[in-house]
């Protein structure tokens, strides 16, 4: 029993630490200069470099640190996307540690999930933190899925959030041990929607994609466009007929210039829309 126990548990750890290996340098540990590997932070050299490596990590050397910066164009806030990577499983959630300390009660940390198959978003998740956390605490992003199949492909955000303001400078997080929870083999798509209703996008900021999330109570003629903020047409999402449910877009602005956006639902006599941020 001595020799069985032990051999079982490593047995375990083994199968935890391939399936957190889907996630590139899950535990930032490895770095080029303030670059994680298999990460493409929203560093500028010579104007401001929001994302570097820390050695106040949660487990082994280091952990990733984002922090609002001050510019001479005004705050600055961290966006670290990971590359996109394989997945192999639909996994229930996104899971790790962080630490945070906002300026003031309008930050938020963000930490979303993106993923595709064949291309194609088929699911995601995101949290939104603006509790101060002295000590590493755990979070966790619950991943839905909106299409059948699994995914082959994911893409992980991580931003300081809400930095229109100048006393946001000096924000700062610290991110480490990346770690998926559970599997999903079934949706749940017996829930009852009972308001019109359009949410933040999230991640936001981003770079370059983001989801749009809203919900119709009954069956209704939905238009989902984004503009500039000069009133022009961007992109069109929805122009159709749509049965009562929860839905999901995605949004790219690859081929956009960085700035901020309008996003417009309209869904009966629903009407509502708020601004998302691109930065590139």
Known sequence: MKKILPAFLLCMFSLSYLFA???PNAGFETWNGNIPEGWAPLNIPGFAEPITPSDDSHSGSKAARLEV??????AFPPLLNSTSFPVSQRHGSLQGFYKFSPINNAQQLIIAIILYSNS???????VEIFEAATVYTQFAV???????GQPDSAQISIVIGDTSSSDAAGSIALIDDLFYGGVVDVD?????????????NYPNPFNPATIIEYSIPNESFVQ??????????????????QSP????????????????YLVQLRAGNFVKSFKMTLLK
């Open 120 to 126: 194609q978003f088929i699911g995601g998740g995101s």
């Open 69 to 74: 910066l001050q510019t001479s164009g005004g």
């Open 188 to 200: 749940d798509k017996n829930i009852t929607i009972t308001n019109f209703k359009l949410n933040q």
């Open 142 to 148: 619950p991943i839905s899925y909106f299409a059948e």
């Open 21 to 23: 290996q889907e996630i």
């Open 224 to 241: 989902l466009k984004v503009f500039d903020m000069l009133g022009n047409e961007i992109s069109v999402l929805v122009n159709e007929n």
């Open 245 to 260: 449910g929860n839905y999901k877009k995605l949004f790219s602005g690859e081929n956009l210039a960085s700035g901020t």
